[in-house]
């Protein structure tokens, strides 16, 4: 019974598979008939891209699939548990996702 139990337990909180960006090549690759190192370079390019747009403050919107952009994050206060103190977070700004509708309703009912 606990045998049973445990991997019952062991499958529910086992994280998801994850796509590298070599799976993401070797996909492409598959489903296109281009090489491996064409791929590579094209992903490789557009990654470059979305990098180079979101620090010089452009957006990059991929109709059908969402936006990337910059995000700014207001000053905070946080706590240093080890040392016992508060730390202040000054205003930054992070890389930012925002789904497009459609693909968002497509997983919620995926």
Same mark, same amino acid.
């Given at each position: @019974? /606990?045998?049973? $139990?445990?991997?019952?337990?062991? $499958? @529910? $909180?086992?994280?998801?598979?994850? @796509?590298?960006?070599?799976?993401?090549?070797?996909? =492409?690759?598959?489903? $296109?008939?281009?090489?491996?190192?064409?791929?590579?370079?094209?992903? &490789?390019? /557009?990654?470059?891209? =979305?990098?180079?747009? =979101?620090? &010089?403050? @452009?957006? #990059?919107?991929?109709?059908? /699939?969402?936006?990337? /952009?910059?995000?700014?994050? %207001?000053?905070?206060? %946080?706590?240093? #548990?080890?040392?016992?103190?508060?730390? &202040?977070?000054?205003?930054?700004?992070?890389?930012?996702?925002?789904?497009?509708?459609?693909?968002?309703?497509?997983?919620?009912?995926?």
């Amino acid at each position: @019974m /606990f045998v049973e $139990t445990h991997q019952a337990f062991a $499958t @529910m $909180t086992q994280k998801q598979p994850n @796509m590298t960006r070599a799976d993401m090549v070797a996909e =492409i690759a598959k489903r $296109t008939g281009v090489s491996k190192a064409d791929i590579k370079i094209i992903v &490789e390019t /557009f990654l470059q891209l =979305i990098k180079e747009s =979101i620090q &010089e403050g @452009m957006s #990059i919107q991929l109709r059908g /699939f969402g936006t990337f /952009f910059r995000k700014r994050k %207001a000053p905070k206060k %946080a706590r240093n #548990i080890s040392k016992g103190i508060t730390i &202040e977070i000054p205003e930054h700004e992070v890389p930012a996702y925002k789904p497009c509708k459609e693909f968002a309703d497509s997983i919620k009912n995926y």
